[in-house]
């Protein structure tokens, strides 16, 4: 079965430090795969995909994701933390078993940067 | 300035009561998506639809309804038979795209509506 997998469920970090927020994921097939952010009573902001090509991805306001295939993971980095970066991170996986463009959901990661 | 919108922010249904939210977006997507977000459980995909007058159940269907009449416009039903239809509701668009070109898959999302049944 596919899924995603994001083993923390916070993460606590220091301001200025560098972040790391974990995923993982099981897909057949290719796997396409998304950072998402949620600041308090917001919607989902898309931060970056990995279609294909280089394994480190750049995103929006300074994250970067690392793709590797053989872990089977796309971990969230940041190499310094800001006390704004505190929101809920998701993770997610196109859903590859049918041709709806549907995408499989990490329950999330709630990040807080201490100052 | 494109987007996706959502109406109302807050709603308020007294039990028994249908009500209808709003999603409608602008950037030309053909598909679009209604989530239920509930403390510690993410995102769960309710309906679909990937083209205008089509659309599919997703994980938790039962208890809400869609149209897809417009390809701007994705109205969410919530019937009285939804049994804890408190929640945080979202609705998203992706791109069509040519030649099957994955960036399509990238969903946006609009701001959000608080359901609360009172």
């Known amino acids: 079965a596919q899924s995603v997998a994001q083993p923390e469920d916070q993460v606590n970090v220091a301001e200025g430090n560098p972040l790391t927020v974990k995923c993982t994921y099981s897909?057949?097939?290719?796997?396409?795969l998304f950072w998402y952010v949620q600041y308090p009573n917001r919607g989902l902001q898309f931060l970056l995909k990995?279609?294909?090509?280089d394994n480190l991805v750049k995103g929006s306001y300074g994250f970067e994701a690392e793709f590797n295939k053989s872990q089977t993971s796309f971990h969230l980095k940041k190499p310094s933390a800001l006390v704004s970066d505190s929101a809920l991170y998701f993770c997610?996986?196109?859903?590859?078993?049918?041709?709806?463009?549907?995408?499989?959901w990490g329950l999330g990661t709630s990040l807080a940067v201490n100052p | 300035d494109g987007g996706i919108t959502q109406s109302p922010k807050y709603l308020f249904r007294k039990e028994g009561q249908n009500v209808t939210l709003s999603c409608e977006q602008n950037?030309?997507?053909?598909?679009m998506y209604w989530y239920r977000q509930d403390p510690g459980q993410g995102l769960r995909l309710i309906y679909y639809?990937?083209?205008?007058?089509?659309?599919q159940k997703g994980d938790i269907a039962e208890g809400y309804s869609v149209s897809r009449e417009k390809k701007e416009s994705f109205p969410l039903t919530v019937t009285s038979a939804q049994k804890n239809p408190t929640a945080f509701y979202l609705c998203?668009?992706?791109?069509?795209?040519?030649?099957?070109?994955?960036?399509?898959?990238?969903?946006?999302f609009g701001p959000g509506t608080r359901l609360t049944v009172l």
């Open positions: 998203a668009s992706s791109g069509s795209g040519t030649g099957g070109h994955p960036s399509t898959d990238t969903q946006y």
């Open positions: 639809s990937q083209i205008v007058n089509d659309f």
């Open positions: 897909v057949s097939g290719n796997p396409y």
């Open positions: 997610a996986v196109r859903d590859n078993a049918g041709n709806n463009r549907k995408l499989i």
């Open positions: 950037l030309n997507h053909d598909a």
């Open positions: 990995y279609i294909t090509g």
